[in-house]
């Protein structure tokens, strides 16, 4: 062998000898805690084609087309498969958000490839045995488990390499098979006596809600996962006049069933190719492949989870919900049979705050007849609305402190997935290291005192590991592990947020100082924020550069009420309330407004 060896994920089973060079398809491939292999090993990496901002735009529009077309020719492939007749908003309601995210990893990986190519003729690379690296998933819940796993990766990678260039590399095979990784991990404390007091809770409250649906099944509107909080749901179904449901026992995992019953459809799928009119040789790989990446629970299970999804009692006009319509099977199919009957569907925003450039393909916003916003409206189906999420949360002049004379300066830090795992104008693989980098900027320019009084909530690891880096930087005594963000903000002198989504609205709810220091060029926004922002940055609210926020934070800290509360913050603070967290006093009357308009839309 004389060429470089091209590596496509972490699995060192497919990194050869420790003589061969190697050339790393991206930054993914590389962990954090296996630096001292990296350090014995000549290597290069390839650039991240989404670093470039303009092809993200161009591409993001053009897999944006490429979902809809592929949508309606799903649609019709699965009417035919099952012999029904349904409408691309059914099964779009089924199929989404599991296609939005499969034709952006899989270009992702092409543009990948494509990328390594344009900087070299030919590779030596090592492939894994084809067997179990690409698994069939039941829905989409399972296939994020899959798509960050480096052995599904490598599957990808593979079939491109195989498809696309096999003769331009030069294939062994390895023999070595290693264990297939969970690669993203929590850290939590456990808290027994909590944790069987909130068991308990659930357990009575489930089996109460199990007696109202005996008797309560036509209620007007069902919310269901629509995150409001157990006591604020009571209260906005009392104040609509209806008896309180929760739902909890209706949409119950789906089990499956004997693989001897999904047999001939699963063989069908190997055979089966989409009709689809392709263009190019990107949409002609993605058609071969679609029909057997497809989840089961569209094929194999298809019939079993709408026959429960036809069966279950409960009638309303109006479903409001925030995230089942993402990865709850049950839900998701009796949405989609109800939407049919003529429900109407209400989606609201699970979180937010500055929104992004373009987001999601707009699918919520296809299959709901109306979105509940937390920024002021941009679509034409977006009604702004308290957040169901953060409702009893008041930034009111009574709610403002005084004095901030205690706590510590809390910084919240962000991660992302090691590998792609949708388009989207977010920090997508390493640009995630972006945020680490200012975040560590900003601890190493401020006062001493500071830094001594500098606690960091870390994100949960998806892959790169920011806890351990930050604990390698700020010492592991400076990581806080012993209280949730809420609990960690609320005992803040000042917040650092790091990223312009829902925390950054969850910390300036509280009433704490609030900074939002991020890297805007990875965290692209929609034209309506940036008035905001701008107006967000005139007070110091907002920052972009380490320093700049360091010598600010240093200014503040005796006394961050003083600019907190003054009249120019004050301000800028009301107009952040008014235009991305509607929430007040008045939010049952708000949402009973917004409720009988959407009534008023289910008799149109």
């Known amino acids: 062998m004389g060429n470089k060896l091209l590596v496509v994920t972490a699995l060192e089973e497919t990194w050869g000898n420790v003589n061969e060079e190697l050339f790393f398809s991206g930054e993914w491939c590389k962990k954090y805690e296996r630096q001292q292999i990296l350090e014995s090993r000549i290597h290069e990496t390839n650039a991240f084609h989404w670093d470039d901002r303009d092809k993200l735009n161009t591409d993001y529009d053009y897999l944006k087309s490429l979902h809809h077309r592929l949508l309606k020719s799903l649609s019709g492939f699965l009417n035919n498969l099952h012999g029904v007749n349904y409408p691309v908003r059914y099964w779009q309601i089924i199929l989404d958000p599991w296609l939005l995210s499969y034709v952006g990893v899989i270009f992702d990986k092409w543009e990948t490839i494509r990328k390594v190519f344009d900087s070299h003729n030919e590779f030596d690379v090592i492939f894994l045995p084809d067997k179990d690296l690409v698994r069939t998933y039941l829905c989409w819940s399972e296939y994020m488990k899959e798509v960050v796993d480096d052995r599904w990766n490598q599957g990808i990678y593979q079939r491109i390499l195989i498809s696309e260039y096999s003769d331009k590399v030069h294939i062994s095979y390895s023999e070595l098979l290693g264990d297939a990784e969970i690669e993203v991990s929590t850290s939590r404390n456990n808290k027994p006596v909590k944790a069987i007091a909130k068991h308990l809770f659930s357990s009575l409250l489930s089996g109460f809600d199990i007696l109202l649906g005996k008797f309560f099944r036509n209620n ?21 006049g209806q008896v309180p449901r929760f739902y909890l026992n209706d949409f119950p995992a789906f089990k499956k069933k004997q693989i001897e019953k999904i047999v001939p459809l699963a063989e069908k799928r190997v055979h089966e190719q989409l009709d689809f009119n392709h263009s190019g ?27 429960k999804a036809s069966r279950l009692n409960i009638n309303p006009k109006i479903i409001v919900t925030a995230n089942p319509h993402w990865g709850n099977l049950a839900a998701k199919f009796w949405f989609a049979v109800q939407v049919n009957r003529g429900v109407k ?61 205690g706590g510590y300066l809390c910084l919240v830090s962000s991660e992302q997935a090691r590998y792609v795992y949708r388009v989207h104008f977010y920090p997508m693989a390493q640009q995630c290291l972006a945020t680490f980098d200012l975040l560590t900027g900003l601890y190493h320019k401020l006062n001493k005192n500071i830094q001594e009084e500098s606690r960091l909530k870390a994100y949960y ?20 592990s012993d209280l949730n963000l809420k609990q ?3 005992e803040s002198r000042i917040i650092v947020c790091s990223y312009p989504e829902t925390t950054f609205s969850e910390a300036m709810a509280t009433g704490v100082p609030t900074i939002l220091l991020y890297p805007d060029y990875l965290y692209e926004r929609n034209p309506i924020a940036y008035p905001l922002i701008e107006i967000l940055r005139s007070v ?65």
């Not at 040789?281 to 026959?307: A, C, G, N, Q, T």
């Not at 296809?366 to 999420?389: C, E, N």
């Not at 690891?461 to 806080?480: D, F, L």
Request: hydrophobic share 40%; charged share 25%; glycine share 4%.
């Open 345 to 405: 569907l209400v989606i609201l925003e699970h979180g937010g705050s500055l929104p992004a450039h373009k987001e999601l393909f707009d699918f919520e916003e296809d299959i709901a007849d109306s979105r509940g916003t937390w920024f002021l409206p941009y679509h034409s189906k977006h009604v702004q609305v308290p957040p169901s999420k953060l409702v009893g949360f008041r930034t009111s002049q009574s709610n403002r402190r005084k004095k901030y004379d």
């Open 461 to 480: 690891n998806q892959g790169w590991n920011t806890r351990a880096r930050y604990s390698e930087v700020m010492g592991p005594e400076k990581i806080i």
């Open 540 to 604: 110091k609210i907002i920052f972009t550069d380490s320093e700049v926020a360091a010598n600010h934070i240093n200014q503040i800290w005796s006394d961050p009420g003083k600019w907190w509360n003054s009249s120019e913050t004050l301000h800028a603070r009301d107009e952040f309330r008014r235009q991305a967290l509607n929430i007040d006093f008045n939010w049952v009357k708000d949402w009973k407004d917004y409720l009988k308009k959407v009534e008023k839309l289910s008799s149109t």
């Open 488 to 490: 960690a903000m609320l």
């Open 281 to 307: 040789r990107f949409e002609h790989f993605v058609k071969k492949w679609i029909i057997r990446d497809l989840p089961s629970s569209v094929i194999e299970y298809y019939s079993e989870l709408y026959s």
């Open 220 to 240: 007007k509107i069902a919310f269901v996962g629509s995150f409001f909080n157990f006591y604020a749901l009571i209260r906005m179904n009392i104040a609509i």
